[in-house]
């Protein structure tokens, strides 16, 4: 609890100092405050709180610190990556900033809520930064556009999550989650009005982790918004939507499994083939990266599916491996700065910078599922856990990550050639922390899987 409120002070203050116009004191305000967070939050791992012990309302156990410590790391790099960007508008540097600690504060609320009215609270809290992040390029139409759609689209699964929290009140009398298990677990047969409430909680979270068919406006949102925006869609937003998702059906619905399970196999199974057979024809990089992540939602999705008691680990890991990716595309995407997001602004790339095509060819293999990278790791966890119990969706998960490979593989081969475009050959222009960023990213991506096996 303590991290929390320290977090969200650190973008409070962020908005204040950023009255100074010294965009740097902005960006030391907020790592000092995600560094001190991240902190109070590992000595809390063997070290209960006591301070806020009386607060019942969020829980901060082993699973919850793990996961909103990667929130914590993957928000620290978005603001490292796009600080060169937001320190051009110094009027509001410290608005950007602010906003993605404000949304990354609701994520770790999603990720420790023990009640409804947190978790909905939670999730409010992180998505309406994303809201006015997505919009912040105001002379492109499809910023405002992006941001429009992604407020409809949100605005549309709270409407369905609410009513289902709704009729969950209605047949178990309390919003506690422990409560609502021991209803679930207790009765032999349950109220109609608990399966109604499940069902819309199940189509408001396929909402909110973009998964098909509830997808149709995710990739214009990728398109029309800031390139780090997106890279913190794709990784600190997916996570705790995940993290909340896997809390809800893997821990406390689990006595509804035989009820819910056959649509989301249905679902895990539509959102795999749309998102990789859509990415295939995909000639512009947010795009490509949008239909990427909706075909990754349905790997992911196999994790809620499955009962093994290791599921939220290899959940987390394989979100690990996946954001780690995203933010080091986007970080050279960013490099890159070509307006029409165009994946042509990849040609070449290792020949005109070797550091930024070794990372790129890095990302998009981890992605493909290329041992030894921690994207392959990722992706055994999630697909051996689900083998025993589901072995047909195993098998359709992995003809579809081979489809996947043809267009990854297409973008390494982009990205590796030696011919060159006239637009391609100007100077690249990174900075020093957009180099660290990706540093720690390559790192991660070739190390990661180390961690691997001390999940098991």
Known sequence: MEALIVIFLSGLISLFVAFAKKPLYVLITACTGLITGAILLINQWNTPSTLFASYKGLEFNHTSIAYSLVAILFTFLAILAGYKSFKDELEHTGDYVALYIFSLTGAICMLTFTDMFMFFLGLEILSIPIYVLAGTRKKDVRSSEASLKYFLMGAFATGILLFGIAWIYGATKSFDLNTIAMVIDGEAKHSSLLFIGVLLMLSAFLFKVGAAPFHFWGPDVYDGSPSI???????????????????????????????????????????????????????????????????????????????????????????????????????????????????EAFKGLAKRSPFLGF????????????????????????????????????????????????????????????EETTENTAILSVSG???????????????????TSHLG
Request: overall charge positive; aromatic content about 14%.
């Open 229 to 343: 925006v997106t890279g913190f869609m794709a990784s600190v937003v997916k996570l705790a939507a995940f993290g909340a998702f896997m809390k809800l059906f893997g821990t406390y619905f689990t006595g509804l499994h035989d009820f819910w399970a056959p649509a989301l196999m249905v679902m895990a199974i539509v959102t795999m083939f749309v998102g990789n057979l859509s990415a295939l024809s995909q000639v512009k990089f947010k795009r490509l990266l949008a239909y990427s992540s909706i075909s990754h939602v349905g790997y992911a999705l196999l994790t809620i599916l499955s009962t093994d008691p290791m599921n939220e680990m290899n959940l987390l890991f394989y979100l690990f491996s996946y954001g780690f990716s995203v933010i080091a595309l986007i970080t050279i995407s960013t490099i890159l700065n070509d307006e029409e997001d165009r994946l």
């Open 359 to 418: 990372v790129a060819v890095l990302s998009l293999l981890s992605l493909a599922g290329v041992p030894p990278l921690v994207g392959f790791f990722g992706k055994y966890l999630v697909f051996s856990s689900a083998f025993i119990q589901y072995p047909t969706l195993v098998i359709i998960a992995i003809v579809n990550s081979g489809i996947g490979i043809y267009y990854y593989l297409k973008t390494v081969m982009t990205v590796v050639s030696k």
């Open 433 to 451: 922390l957009q180099w660290f960023v990706l540093v720690v990213c390559a790192l991660g991506l070739l190390f990661g899987g180390i961690a």
